[in-house]
């Protein structure tokens, strides 16, 4: 399938966020050809950051939010119309900083969409400042002699909150990641990737990784077992895991509270009342 926009691309040469649109636009072109999807009723939506300017790549129904707002967004859309299937990209200043708020409670209300995270660890847009997943001892534009603060580890975060599929990827690997996005896309649930992002320009960590991660789920982990889980998402030193951690099945916010009814189609919109009374 066809996803190019006449947009020019203007991420640097050889940012990872290249990594993370080859492998969307190949999950995407997989789905509508073996899992029926269709992309009319596929919507993206971004924040603000370099991450953002990947729904101008994509030939998809998308929305820009607000920086951090991203799921307030995919609340909006999916509650709207709840048919569609929705994908947010966000990067981790936006989420994790910007969006903390917003991330905690979707992943407790299990809301059935797809989060993508563009994780390079640094503001990139605004030219290096220290991000909540900035490694202790980072030195950027806001933290000159090294930062002091100890970095968020994001997966513990959303299992802690409620998310149910959790995982990891690396943008260096397009194929496990487009994998990763099938199985995620395909959930029923609050599912939220991060994605271990090289920022070229502020914080090059492509060797890094690349001699570190190694794919957890071909070792046979048990992605029910939320211990274990939560355990392998603080692996991080010589050995860094990537792959799908953790994934339960729970029902999900929209279908608890739209009761099989769709906004969308109604005549009129009904108030907040009706809808948690169920009398749409």
């Not at 940012?15 to 969307?24: P, R, S, T, V, Y």
């Not at 950051?49 to 609340?75: E, Q, W």
């Not at 994934?247 to 509270?257: M, R, V």
């Amino acid at each position: 399938m066809n996803l190019e926009t006449p947009a020019p691309n203007t991420w640097c040469p050889g940012c990872g966020d290249f990594g993370i649109l080859a492998a969307f636009k190949m999950a995407v072109s997989e789905m509508v050809e073996k899992d029926g999807l269709d992309p009319r009723k596929l919507v993206v939506a971004s924040g603000i950051g370099c991450h953002a300017k990947i729904v101008d790549y994509l030939k998809l129904n998308s929305f820009y939010s607000l920086h951090g707002r991203v799921p307030p967004a995919l609340t909006g859309i999916k509650l709207a119309n709840p048919e569609l299937t929705v994908v947010g990209f966000s990067g981790d200043g936006d989420l994790y900083g910007e969006g903390m708020g917003h991330l905690i409670h979707t992943c407790r209300r299990n809301l059935n969409v797809t989060h993508i995270v563009h994780n390079n660890q640094v503001f990139a847009l605004t030219t290096g400042q220290v991000t909540p997943t900035s490694p202790i001892g980072f030195k950027g534009r806001s933290t000159p002699k090294g930062s002091v603060e100890y970095p968020i580890n994001p997966l513990q975060l959303v299992m802690g909150a409620g998310a149910t599929f959790v995982a990891r990827g690396f943008s260096g690997d397009v194929q496990q990641l487009k994998k990763i996005m099938i199985a995620a896309i395909k959930h029923k649930g609050y599912s939220l990737i991060d994605v271990l992002q090289p920022c070229v320009s502020f914080n090059d960590t492509g060797k890094f990784f690349r001699e570190r991660v190694y794919d957890l789920n071909a070792q046979g982990h048990d992605t029910s077992n939320f211990d274990l889980a939560y355990k392998k998402a603080a692996e991080w030193g010589d050995k860094i895991p990537t792959g799908i951690f953790y994934q339960i099945s729970k029902p999900p916010f929209d279908e608890l509270l739209l009761r099989g009814n769709n906004p969308s189609k109604l005549k009129e919109v009904p108030s907040i009342k009706k809808i948690l009374n169920g009398e749409m």
